[in-house]
């Protein structure tokens, strides 16, 4: 199997006929992802990519109609906490959010909302899912990736291509790769992930990418030193950063003494994590 | 975006949050003036968005007018941690009983805003979370129902504030909160929050960070922000819409993506050189924008090589490459500059560099290991 999504996937894109929302939903169903709704307000009743998708006005029109079970969201960022909320009250019971700078306090309230619901939601600020050879939902591209039984999950985006890219040149393929998303407040954090992995038969290794910032990394470590059978490899981005400044990401910022790359390196140490020096040098770690 | 003490104080009193009688003042006249107002002891205050202002000298308590003078015309001006002092706030002095902490802050792990409180007022909330933990209070704000009178008695009875103060606390509490949501804050701190001789409660300093991703919503705060404590290499990277960090080493760095942006000047220091800057040109990034974030990394003379580095998504390496071709013609850097690009279009992009004689490399190893021998050799 893979985690979150595979064949039974039935997608549904907010945002789709925005320029972004469009040209990665062209991407999404090269990689065979099984899309069958998007919603734009307002556009309810076009088709879009030569009429294989039908464009609802609500994502709850749109679930009802197509039975979509999975939700992700391209709308802009002052929209997008609505959209989160939105696809939340439809039923969607995994919404994948890749806009970036929602404000944070909107995510407050969306994490508050969504806390007693049945609901996932990945991100925001995230590249998505893949699960090469059955579904990708987000931004991944699928060329970087094959199927295989490491499991990878990742703050960031790009960093994240440059690992899949490094393990596939290795010939190591991948169950699911996950992005969590690089703001400070965030769906689904890493140890749940892991917890995903866990429980996952395909996974047999997992590769976990962390960044600066906040103490995720370090709760990861209590949750792979208390329950994780399987090998983690790890890798910390911003060794190199100063404090008190915000690298790129809302949420990549050492503050108070709080989230450096050594203090996460170490706690993963301790919890019998392999950590990395350099995302190539990952899958040597890998047997 | 941060405020000064000054605007955050403004916004507190626009809440009803008690703060000193008090003005600014640009000049050493106007600081004599406003202290002649105040008529008693004064507090100059310099404004600047620093740290460790008070360890720096940049706050005096002055007696007399003619003081307040003399002593305004030796801090304006001055600099503080590099940063021209261009402003004082000038306010009465205020008898103090107790100083105490009261701030709001977003707590990533919970996700939640937390309201703390401490007992040990004016000294860095991070000093005391570390050396007495059990001297803070705090309390989870839930978004949906606001903050509670009950939390607020909490955190009162927490720091022992006298129970005939409970009032006045509990509305300075409320409004700080009001401020905090208003304002898409990240954080809000008065520290200290005093209690005066007299028994009223004032708030004498005072720091408010601002979402930079909710300034959409203010669009009267933009003209607020103070640049002058800013890298002016990072104001004009703003412009372009490039996130750029100044840092002390020789080797410019140029990438797609800030997780990607961090591992590459990692390497560089793990190889054994010194990145001189984190850049994210962020994604599908045009040849202008690839050209404007070289100049701006060029225009830093400690720069001894640059590398670029980048995986090509909805970045075409192609657009890179025409980026990096048009800086080199118009600038005609002296120095190397070595290249790797993978992904989206990068066979083109490896062809356009053939042509304009470049240094690239397969891997984000070998590219590192190239500029770090090449910077030394340059220095």
């Given at each position: 199997m893979s985690i979150l999504i595979n064949g039974s996937t039935r997608l549904l894109v907010q945002g789709i006929t925005g320029q972004e929302g469009l040209f990665h939903t062209r991407q999404m169903l090269n990689c065979g992802t099984n899309i069958v709704a998007g919603v734009t307000p307002g556009r309810g009743g076009e088709w879009v990519l030569d009429g294989k998708i039908p464009v609802f006005d609500s994502v709850r029109t749109g679930a009802d109609v197509t039975g979509a079970n999975t939700s992700v969201i391209f709308v802009p960022a002052r929209f997008a906490g609505d959209a989160i909320l939105e696809a939340a009250d439809a039923g969607i019971k995994l919404i994948v959010?890749?806009?970036?700078?929602?404000?944070?306090?909107?995510?407050?309230?969306?994490?508050?909302?969504?806390?007693?619901?049945?609901?996932?939601?990945?991100?925001?600020?995230?590249?998505?899912?893949?699960?090469?050879?059955?579904?990708?939902?987000?931004?991944?591209?699928g060329s970087i990736t094959e199927k295989g039984n490491v499991g990878v999950v990742s703050r960031s985006g790009t960093l994240t291509y440059e690992v899949l890219y490094a393990l596939k040149q290795a010939g190591i393929g991948t169950s699911t790769c996950v992005g969590i998303?690089?703001?400070?407040?965030?769906?689904?954090?890493?140890?749940?992930?892991?917890?995903?992995?866990?429980?996952?038969?395909?996974?047999?290794?997992?590769?976990?990418?962390?960044?600066?910032?906040?103490?995720?990394?370090?709760?990861?470590?209590?949750?792979?030193?208390?329950?994780?059978?399987?090998?983690?490899?790890?890798?910390?981005?911003?060794?190199?950063?100063?404090?008190?400044?915000?690298?790129?990401?809302?949420?990549?910022?050492?503050?108070?003494?709080?989230?450096?790359?050594?203090?996460?390196?170490?706690?993963?140490?301790?919890?019998?994590?392999?950590?990395?020096?350099?995302?190539?040098e990952i899958p040597g770690y890998i047997k | 975006m941060r405020l000064h003490e000054y605007q955050s104080k403004d916004i507190f009193a626009q809440h009803q949050i008690p703060i000193p009688r008090g003005r600014l003042a640009s000049t050493p006249e106007e600081a004599k003036l406003i202290a002649e107002e105040l008529n008693g002891p004064v507090v100059l205050k310099a404004q600047v968005l620093v740290g460790g202002r008070g360890k720096a000298g940049g706050v005096r308590l002055v007696n007399t007018p003619k003081e307040a003078e003399e002593e305004a015309s030796k801090i304006l001006g001055s600099r503080i941690k590099d940063i021209p002092v261009r402003r004082l706030l000038v306010?009465?002095?205020?008898?103090?009983?107790?100083?105490?902490?009261?701030?709001?802050?977003?707590?990533?792990?919970?996700?939640?805003?937390?309201?703390?409180?401490?007992?040990?007022?004016?000294?860095e909330i991070e000093e005391v979370a570390r050396v007495s933990p059990e001297k803070i209070a705090r309390v989870g704000i839930n978004p949906l129902l606001g903050l509670r009178d009950f939390q607020i008695r909490n955190l009162a009875t927490e720091i022992e504030i006298p129970r005939t103060l409970w009032r006045l606390f509990t509305a300075v509490c409320h409004n700080l909160y009001e401020s905090y949501q208003e304002l898409d804050s990240t954080?809000?701190?008065?520290?200290?929050?005093?209690?005066?001789?007299?028994?009223?409660?004032?708030?004498?300093?005072?720091?408010?960070?601002?979402?930079?991703?909710?300034?959409?919503r203010h669009p009267d705060l933009m003209d607020k922000r103070d640049i002058s404590a800013e890298v002016p290499e990072e104001i004009e990277a703003r412009k372009f819409g490039l996130a750029y960090i100044k840092l002390d080493g020789n080797i410019g760095c140029l990438v797609n993506g800030a997780g990607l942006a961090m591992?590459?000047?990692?390497?560089?220091?793990?190889?054994?050189?010194?990145?001189?800057?984190?850049?994210?040109?962020?994604?599908?990034?045009?040849?202008?924008?690839?050209?404007?974030?070289?100049?701006?990394?060029?225009?830093?003379?400690?720069?001894?090589?640059?590398?670029?580095?980048?995986?090509?998504?909805?970045?075409?390496?192609?657009?890179?490459?025409?980026?990096?071709?048009?800086?080199?013609?118009?600038?005609?850097?002296?120095?190397?500059?070595?290249?790797?690009?993978?992904?989206?279009?990068?066979?083109?992009?490896?062809?356009?560099?053939?042509?304009?004689?470049?240094?690239?490399?397969?891997?984000?190893?070998?590219?590192?290991?190239?500029?770090?021998?090449?910077?030394?050799?340059v220095a």
């Open positions: 959010c890749i806009t970036e700078g929602i404000p944070v306090n909107d995510m407050l309230t969306v994490k508050q909302v969504i806390r007693d619901k049945d609901v996932c939601l990945i991100g925001p600020n995230s590249p998505g899912l893949i699960t090469p050879g059955s579904a990708k939902v987000g931004i991944i591209p998303g690089g703001d400070p407040v965030i769906g689904t954090n890493f140890s749940e992930i892991l917890s995903y992995f866990e429980g996952d038969s395909q996974t047999d290794v997992v590769v976990m990418i962390g960044e600066i910032g906040g103490r995720e990394e370090e709760k990861a470590a209590a949750f792979i030193s208390e329950h994780m059978t399987k090998p983690v490899i790890g890798f910390i981005a911003g060794q190199a950063a100063p404090p008190n400044k915000r690298m790129g990401h809302a949420g990549a910022i050492i503050e108070g003494g709080v989230g450096t790359a050594k203090a996460k390196i170490e706690a993963l140490q301790q919890a019998g994590v392999q950590v990395a020096h350099y995302p190539e | 306010e009465e002095g205020v008898n103090i009983q107790q100083e105490i902490y009261l701030g709001m802050t977003v707590d990533r792990e919970c996700g939640e805003t937390l309201m703390i409180a401490s007992a040990e007022g004016g000294v954080l809000a701190e008065i520290n200290p929050l005093v209690i005066t001789t007299d028994n009223r409660i004032i708030a004498l300093d005072g720091k408010i960070l601002i979402d930079d991703n909710a300034l959409f591992a590459s000047m990692d390497i560089i220091k793990y190889k054994g050189g010194h990145p001189a800057n984190f850049l994210d040109i962020g994604g599908g990034a045009s040849a202008e924008k690839v050209a404007s974030a070289l100049r701006i990394i060029l225009s830093d003379p400690q720069v001894k090589t640059v590398l670029v580095n980048i995986f090509g998504g909805i970045t075409r390496c192609d657009e890179v490459a025409n980026g990096i071709k048009q800086t080199m013609e118009e600038l005609n850097p002296e120095i190397p500059f070595v290249i790797r690009l993978v992904g989206t279009n990068d066979i083109e992009g490896r062809q356009i560099l053939a042509e304009a004689n470049l240094i690239t490399a397969e891997s984000l190893q070998e590219a590192a290991e190239k500029a770090v021998s090449l910077a030394k050799e």
